[in-house]
């Protein structure tokens, strides 16, 4: 028999979710992300569920390859453009859009032959300082772009830095607005966190939003607002089973570094999933964990195959129960993966996305 760890996929949560995002900006039109293999869920595995989006958006060619082999004939964006001028073949063949953030890709559509002229999305730096054209730059592009027979229509973008946080989209907003305002084009400006928190600002804005995590039941702006309170479900969960357990008397140690000591009598559940499954190793005692869809804490140092639980709010757990890592319980209770990731230090984004290969996945 294989480990007991296993993650799966939920296709009603996802179709919930991208509901979710429409009714947050009720005329955009959406570009689902689906970048890094649907942040870890599989492309072949959330498309059924959000085929219903307008537009796939991602930044792998090959990811793009693999939606058009599903016989996806919408539109697909590539959120970063090409990196080298033969990906603007691949562009034309596949009726791909493609971002365009800077100078040398202007010069590789200049130089690109094609029959059929390219949709792009003329992107604009205003703030982030990763890609795009900085507002005093941004017009001149829009004309040398605009004057290529290669170019079709010329869509206009940009990515907010704070909309998760207190600093908020006024800045960049007026920016993008100032050099925009009297350029023809649809608009594409906002992620999850603008989606969610900017609705009625950006109204009439955005013709496309963008949002990844919300469609993965993360919420944006954890842990000013969880996903239950945007109403968002789980699109995925990591559950395994616990195959040891231990009985522990005060001042045992746990684990590696014997970093957890028992102040008294302990019932101590072995999970079969470590890091090497992808579960962070920065999870230290008290992250929360479900055995038997009850709440209970991890205790000492995550090790590569294994995990060790406190049994004590679960006395009827043995070998075999259920433990869910994040996500749904077989019962219906729900352990938010942002609550996993806050424990970690980081974002539920990091954790959906490195699920091992070694985990088996499946959708349901
Ligand atoms: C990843 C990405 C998004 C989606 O971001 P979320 O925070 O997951 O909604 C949107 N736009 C661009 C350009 C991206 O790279």
Redesign the pocket.
């Known amino acids: 028999m294989p480990r007991p760890i296993h993650a799966t996929v939920h296709t009603s949560a996802l179709s919930h979710n991208l509901a979710r995002t429409r009714a947050a900006a009720p005329d955009a039109r959406v570009?689902a992300?689906v970048?890094a293999n649907a942040?870890g869920h599989g492309i072949e595995r959330v498309f059924d569920a959000l085929r219903s989006a307008d537009g796939f958006?991602l930044?792998d060619l090959a990811e793009a390859q693999r939606l058009r082999a599903l016989d996806w004939r919408g539109p697909i964006l590539l959120?970063?453009g090409c990196f080298e001028a033969r990906d603007l073949e691949l562009c034309s063949r596949l009726g791909l859009w493609h971002?365009i953030h800077c100078n040398e890709q202007i010069d590789m559509l200049a130089a690109h032959k094609t029959q059929l002229p390219h949709r792009v999305f003329l992107k604009m730096n205003t703030g982030m300082n990763r890609l795009g054209f900085t507002p005093e730059r941004f017009r001149a592009a829009w004309t040398r772009l605009n004057a290529l027979p290669q170019v079709d229509e010329i869509s206009l973008?940009q990515?907010f830095p704070d909309a998760?946080g207190p600093r908020g989209i006024s800045a960049q907003l007026k920016a993008f607005e100032a050099v925009t305002h009297d350029l023809p084009g649809e608009r594409s400006l906002s992620?999850?966190?603008a989606?969610m928190r900017y609705g009625a600002i950006l109204a009439g804005r955005s013709d496309w939003i963008?949002?990844?995590?919300?469609l993965y039941g993360s919420s944006?702006d954890f842990p000013e607002h969880s996903a239950a309170d945007w109403d968002l479900q789980p699109t995925m969960t990591l559950a395994s089973k616990i195959i040891g357990l231990q009985h522990l008397v005060a001042g045992d140690t746990v684990g590696y570094g014997s970093s957890f000591s028992a102040d008294g009598p302990l019932r101590l559940g072995v999970v079969a999933c470590g890091y090497a499954d992808g579960y962070p190793r920065h999870c230290g005692t008290g992250t929360p964990v479900l055995v038997n869809g009850v709440r209970t804490r991890l205790v000492g140092r995550v090790s590569m195959d294994m995990l060790t639980v406190d049994l004590t709010p679960v006395p009827e757990a043995g070998f075999g129960s259920e433990v869910t890592l994040w996500g749904q319980s077989s019962g219906g209770a729900v352990l938010s993966i942002d609550e996993v990731a806050q424990a970690a230090g980081t974002v539920g984004?990091e954790l959906m996305c490195a699920v091992a290969p070694r985990v088996p996945m499946t959708v349901e």
């Not at 963008?210 to 919300?214: A, L, S, T």
Request: overall charge neutral.
């Open positions: 570009w992300v970048k942040y958006a930044l959120l970063e971002a973008m990515h998760d992620n999850s966190a989606t963008r949002p990844g995590i919300v944006p984004y």
